[in-house]
């Protein structure tokens, strides 16, 4: 279950499977109160305060974050180097102890992956082309392939996104969706010629065909929820986002 928490007097989010394994890895999700990523000139200096005291909180260092650009593809890269900067990629497995890395989102599905045997933790930002692209399925294969990492000991969590009853696309999008899992049971709703995919849906079952067994939705969604997070379809375009903060414990 994911639940509220505070820095500094500003909401953040968690995941409570997650925080069981705090010793190891830290993570969290910024709010509207709490937010550090935007384009708005008038919000930057309380973005930048933030993630000052967001990273402070967290004990993460300029030197230890690899910070990427996402793309919205289905790349992921493997995190060594800190401090680095890599481009073109919407996912990032760190395996070395000190390490640590911020996505955004605002509307798309955040997902992170632990291996609880190896120490090895990923963040995926799934957009829809990210998601079709298998992003959630690629990322254990990695871990598997780079980490000899078993799905039976990964955890996962799914972050706040956007809810089916607001994601509302093509029918190009439900195909490519829909070629992404084996069994696309109860993943979409179909009303008056249009459809509506359930993208946290979607990622939970590429893990779960994996052979991902526990793994922990968040409940909150940002169209809906939108007095607590950003979304970019209810706010037209908004550049506000949600990050996804996480870092290995040294």
Aim: aromatic share 8%; net charge positive.
């Amino acid at each position: 279950m994911f639940y509220i928490d505070s820095v500094d007097n500003k909401k953040i989010l968690k995941s409570s499977l997650l925080s069981e394994f705090s010793e190891k890895f830290k993570h969290l999700f910024t709010t509207r109160e709490s937010f550090i990523k935007t384009k708005a000139p008038a919000l930057h200096n309380t973005a930048k305060a933030n993630r000052d005291v967001l990273l402070r909180h967290l004990n993460i260092t300029s030197d230890s974050l690899i910070e990427i650009n996402q793309t919205h593809s289905a790349n992921i890269a493997i995190g060594a180097k800190t401090p680095d900067f890599i481009d073109n990629t919407d996912g990032i497995i760190l395996y070395k102890p000190g390490s640590a890395t911020i996505l955004n989102f605002a509307d798309c599905t955040p997902i992170i992956l632990y291996d609880t045997k190896n120490n090895i933790l990923a963040g995926l930002h799934g957009g829809w082309r990210g998601t079709a692209g298998r992003i959630s399925a690629l990322g254990v294969k990695l871990m598997k392939e780079k980490f000899n990492s078993h799905p039976g000991d990964i955890i996962a969590a799914i972050g706040p996104c956007i809810g089916q009853e607001d994601f509302e696309a093509g029918m190009e999008v439900h195909k490519a969706l829909k070629d992404s899992v084996k069994d696309n049971e109860g993943l979409f709703k179909f009303r008056n010629d249009k459809v509506f995919s359930d993208l946290a849906k979607i990622n939970t079952r590429q893990l779960t065909e994996e052979g991902v067994k526990t793994i922990d939705t968040c409940h909150f969604k940002t169209y809906k929820d939108n007095d607590l997070f950003f979304s970019y379809r209810r706010e037209n375009g908004t550049t506000n986002r949600i990050s996804l903060i996480l870092s290995l414990v040294k």
